[in-house]
């Protein structure tokens, strides 16, 4: 049983997670229907998510290289007493964006009651027994792919990572980690893509996020988890998950490439109708 499971949320996982149809939007629908409102995690959950940073992290090692080279030669230029700051290169300025929009993750560890921090208080709203919240957070996801793609049409300048575009996606990112119905993936490249961002950098930022996010996400859901998985299973998860998540980066640069995300943007339009109107009758029958 625990391998059909792990080849399932594997699979289910990496590929709600790459494209931008939101993962946790996923696990609340089927939590909600399943009946399991608890939000206690699982260890499976958590070696999944660090298969997935696994995958993205292989699509793109030679950017993971030149961002390290770049990290070691901006410490080389201090010890130097050069000036790492003026007159960055592309790849540094990058770097600069990537480390400066993890600062708002901090605020998901703010104290937050019973729920203990921010971040349990906005994942409770996946499990609160409706999927109406769910349901509005799909359609804003949708509206963000469909905005993104009207400023992909035209043809003005694009640009690297800012500072204080970098700012406006770490907040970002930090909203839609543990918000169900939000892409955290889709949330930060549509966003970029808005902002100016040339899509490719935009994707880029949103897949160097995704990693060290996961990475982080996944040791803690293995370190606080409530039920536990097999190691033969667990192992099955990890390269599974990797593996589906090496092809569907693959497969989301090519769509990318052409523009064709209109169908997402439908298909979460068309889920957020679905949970809206369960929602609401969830709510008129509690």
């Not at 880029?204 to 990693?211: G, I, K, N, T």
């Amino acid at each position: 049983m625990w391998f059909l499971t792990a080849i399932f949320q594997a699979v289910a996982q990496a590929v709600t997670w790459v494209l931008p149809v939101s993962e946790s939007g996923h696990s609340a629908i089927f939590h909600d229907f399943s009946g399991r409102f608890s939000g206690n995690g699982s260890e499976l959950t958590g070696l999944v998510h660090i298969g997935i940073a696994l995958g993205i992290f292989l699509v793109f090692i030679k950017l993971f290289v030149r961002l390290f080279g770049e990290f070691i030669a901006f410490f080389k230029d201090a010890f130097a007493k050069q000036n790492p700051f003026v007159n960055p290169g592309g790849v540094r300025r990058f770097m600069f964006g990537t480390v400066l929009g993890f600062l708002p993750m901090v605020l998901l560890l703010v104290p937050a009651g019973k729920y203990g921090n921010v971040y349990g208080l906005f994942r409770s709203m996946g499990y609160n027994g409706t999927l109406l919240d769910e349901g509005a957070f799909f359609a804003l996801t949708g509206g963000l792919i469909l905005l993104a793609l009207l400023q992909m049409k035209k043809h003005g300048p694009q640009k690297n990572v800012d500072w204080y575009a970098a700012l406006i996606l770490g907040f970002a990112a930090a909203f839609s980690l543990p918000i169900a119905g939000l892409s955290y993936m889709g949330v930060l490249f549509c966003l970029g893509v808005m902002m100016g961002v040339a899509r490719k950098i935009s994707y880029r930022f949103a897949a160097v996020s995704s990693v060290l996010t996961l990475l982080v996400l996944g040791v803690v859901e293995i370190c606080t988890c409530v039920t536990y998985v097999n190691i033969i299973a667990g192992i099955l998860a990890v390269v599974l998950s990797a593996a589906v998540t090496y092809f569907m980066v693959k497969l989301m640069l090519w769509i990318l490439h052409g523009g064709k995300l209109k169908a997402f943007a439908y298909y979460d339009f068309a889920l957020a109708g679905v949970c809206v109107v369960v929602g609401i009758f969830e709510l008129i029958l509690r």
